[in-house]
């Protein structure tokens, strides 16, 4: 079991940053993947950034330039830099990680382990 728990979520003006972490134990696995998904009211779930050790980053489009994810689930947790937020980014933010992978999957059906959540409110 791998035990996953989120913070530094909070409110930002547009324009602003934030950085979110994600603190990780129990069993972690070296080929594991660990990302971020975001899920905002009304909408469904949605991929966000991840990275596996070896294999590098993976981002959504609409967070390219403007996100960064580091860390490791080998270093007991991975980071998100949010920076230039904007509204449309307001949501709930949850930290996931997979079994082994050799690939970095952004379907959360891919993911095993969850976080419980830290809300982001970008405010206009």
């Known amino acids: 079991q791998v035990q996953l728990v989120e913070s530094g979520g909070g409110l930002v003006q547009a324009g602003g940053s934030l950085r979110l972490s994600c603190a990780a134990s129990?069993?972690?696995?070296?080929?594991?993947?660990m990302g971020w998904f975001r899920q905002a009211p009304g909408k469904e779930r949605e991929f966000v950034a991840a990275?596996?050790?070896?294999?590098?980053?993976k981002y959504a489009d609409s967070v390219k330039g403007r996100f960064t994810i580091s860390g490791a689930i080998v270093k007991n947790g991975v980071y998100l830099q949010m920076n230039s937020l904007k509204p449309d980014d307001t949501g709930v933010y949850y930290c996931a990680a997979t079994g082994d992978r050799y690939f970095i999957p952004s379907a959360s059906s891919e993911y095993t382990y969850w976080g419980q959540g830290t809300q982001v409110t970008v405010s206009s």
């Open positions: 990275l596996r050790s070896g294999m590098g980053t």
């Open positions: 129990g069993r972690t696995f070296s080929s594991s993947v």
